[in-house]
């Protein structure tokens, strides 16, 4: 088994153990990025790293047309059947990031993420994700995602990967330095960039709100 395929393992293992591993309710950055989103007038997001879709459940109640991206399959199934009536609005697609995203150019109003970026993806690969982010965004659009920063109490414990990266309990996590949040950044404007903590950890995170830059 790669180390990917370990990750991948490690997080359908946990979600069947946790069925709901983050809770019912929308996190902080979801409920912004509902209000946000709705704000600008945006009608269609792309989330990626849905997982068992607390915020996915909240952009759909809101009206918007999700699509639900995430390599563990079953927690994308669960998201499909909690979504009742609003699952029409939804899509969901089981992928990597590591590839190129499944949808055309400039297709989408907005882009989400909450703790996917700080997964177990090296600098290249979270630059051309970054990419990939930009090239499905329409001009004008909006890509707000969160990531853990070098200020989480876990940053430098566990086992050290390099690039960022710490092995913690089974899950690679790689802390955000602002450097990398403005290397992400290339082609788009930064609208915000908003310190949060979540859980009792807590864990130390960045809210970034992004604006691809158009045409
Ligand atoms: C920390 S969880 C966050 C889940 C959800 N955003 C939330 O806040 O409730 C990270 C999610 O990213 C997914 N993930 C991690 N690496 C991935 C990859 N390379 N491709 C697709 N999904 C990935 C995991 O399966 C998991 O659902």
């Known amino acids: 088994m790669t180390d990917v395929e370990a990750q991948q393992a490690h997080w359908a293992a946990t979600f069947a153990a946790h069925p ?3 809770g019912g309710q929308p996190s902080a950055p979801g409920a912004y990025a509902v209000e ?3 704000r600008e007038g945006c009608r269609t997001v792309l989330e990626l790293g849905a997982g068992q879709g607390r915020d996915t459940l909240a952009f759909l109640r809101a009206g918007l047309r999700v699509t639900a991206l995430d390599y563990a399959a079953e927690a994308l199934a669960g998201i499909e059947q909690s979504a009742g009536a609003d699952a029409e609005r939804l899509a969901t697609v089981a992928a990597d990031v590591r590839r190129p995203l499944p949808l055309p150019d400039a297709s989408v109003d907005a ?4 703790m996917l970026l700080n997964m177990a993806l090296t600098t290249p690969e979270l630059e051309a994700l970054a990419a990939e982010i930009r090239r499905v965004l329409r ?6 995602y969160t990531v853990r920063h070098t200020g989480d109490a876990h940053c430098g414990a566990g086992t050290a990967l390099g690039d960022g990266m710490f092995e913690n309990g089974g899950f690679v996590v790689h802390f955000f330095d602002r450097a990398l949040v403005d290397r992400l950044a290339t082609g788009c404007t930064l609208l ?3 310190p949060f903590e979540e859980g009792d950890l807590p864990r130390r995170l960045w809210r970034v709100t992004l604006r691809r830059e158009g045409p």
């Open 20 to 22: 709901e591993m983050y």
């Open 36 to 38: 946000l989103f709705v």
């Open 111 to 114: 882009v989400y993420s909450h």
């Open 139 to 144: 001009p004008g659009g909006l890509h707000v």
């Open 192 to 194: 915000d960039l908003t």
